[in-house]
């Protein structure tokens, strides 16, 4: 009769926590689950084991390590091992670890069966908003948002206790990147305010028209992680915006959403050396920005993230237009890992100048 061995997920007895997360390939990352066993029936010496799943969803814990070959001695002293998740299960229960004596095709003395958790189907909602106007010195969506964002993920199987440690720090959650991101701001028609004592028949010649572009910087590394304050590398922590998974107690979409916008002044005035003060009005202010949003399960505990699905979307907005709006796509499995380091709103920009239109002259009257 071969020897008999306790296998412990998570390192209890317990059942509904035996369950290990499925690997996350944007970024590519595994979660890893600290296991036991012992030998539960007399032996004069040690006794070695292979550890393998025949289902083929579980590492030991790394892609390389199908099998793990371990020492049990005879005393009945634990001996550790991890695992994690290679491929998702299609009902609970349905990993299993076997103990083989000897070889991976030694006789069994211990199993233990594992859930390896998953989060399907999932969905990254954007949804285009209003139309792009001023409200104030404001270019932005007046009344509105310029998109809105949902983001859904179901944890799979169904029947997984989603109390267990594993489980119960992982959040559904948004990220966003920016990239491409340039305003231009153009002004024309100057007029001047003569200053006191300058004589009739004086003239200055002065730009026509003056454009002011941001961008970001050169050094700035494209494309860069885009949230609001505080919530990095998420685009928001609010509640409605970190939700459980559906599935779950209590499980939901998270929700947010998103109006990119930049202050326009209507005129640009300058002094002009000590003749006067220069007024140009404006002509229009132009918004162009790439965004990639993505639907991530977070660990609120570690801060480690995992992309599921991804959508694009869009601003090419010109104040002298009308329906001026995002432009948005459905989504897609993630195919990158979301950007994180500095967010947008703090990342570098370079503003410029130019003249694009020759020179007016002006004489006082």
Known sequence: MPPTAEIQVNNTPSAPDDVVQVICAHPSARAIVNCRIRLTSASPSPVTVVLRDPNNRIRFPNAANATKTVALPAGGGFVPFQISGQAPSGAVRDAVIQARVGSATG??????????????????????????????????????????????????????????????????????????????????????????????????????????????????????????????????????????????????????????????????SLPFVTVGTVTWTLVNTTRREHFRTFCVIFNTSTNQFCALLQAVWDLNVDSLAA???????????????????????????????????????ITKP
């Not at 949804?127 to 179901?154: H, K, R």
Request: aromatic share 6%; glycine share 8%; hydrophobic share 35%.
């Open 107 to 268: 006789p069994v003395c211990g199993t233990k069966r594992v859930t390896v958790v998953s989060f399907n189907p999932a969905a990254m909602i954007l949804t285009q908003g209003g139309n792009y106007g001023f409200v104030g010195n404001s270019y932005t969506v007046p009344g509105g948002v310029a998109v809105s964002y949902s983001s859904s993920a179901t944890i799979h199987p169904s029947g997984v206790d989603c109390s267990v440690p594993q489980l119960t720090t992982l959040r559904v959650g948004i990220m966003q990147e920016s990239s491409n991101f340039i305003i231009t701001t153009t002004y024309d028609s100057p007029t001047i305010t003569w200053a006191p004592g300058v004589p009739s028949g004086f003239t200055v010649t002065v730009p026509t028209s003056l454009r002011f572009t941001t961008s970001y910087d050169p050094s700035v590394a494209q494309p860069v992680n885009d949230g609001l304050a505080g919530a990095s590398p998420l685009y928001s922590k609010a509640p409605a915006a970190l939700r459980r998974s559906l599935g779950c107690p209590g499980g939901a979409a998270a929700t947010s959403n998103d109006t990119p916008s930049h202050d326009v002044t209507p005129t640009l």
């Open 323 to 361: 329906n001026q709006h995002a432009t948005v796509t459905s989504d897609t499995p993630a195919t990158a890992n979301p950007a994180v380091g500095v967010q947008a709103n703090s990342a570098p920009t370079t503003e410029t100048t130019a003249s694009v239109a020759g020179d007016t002259t």
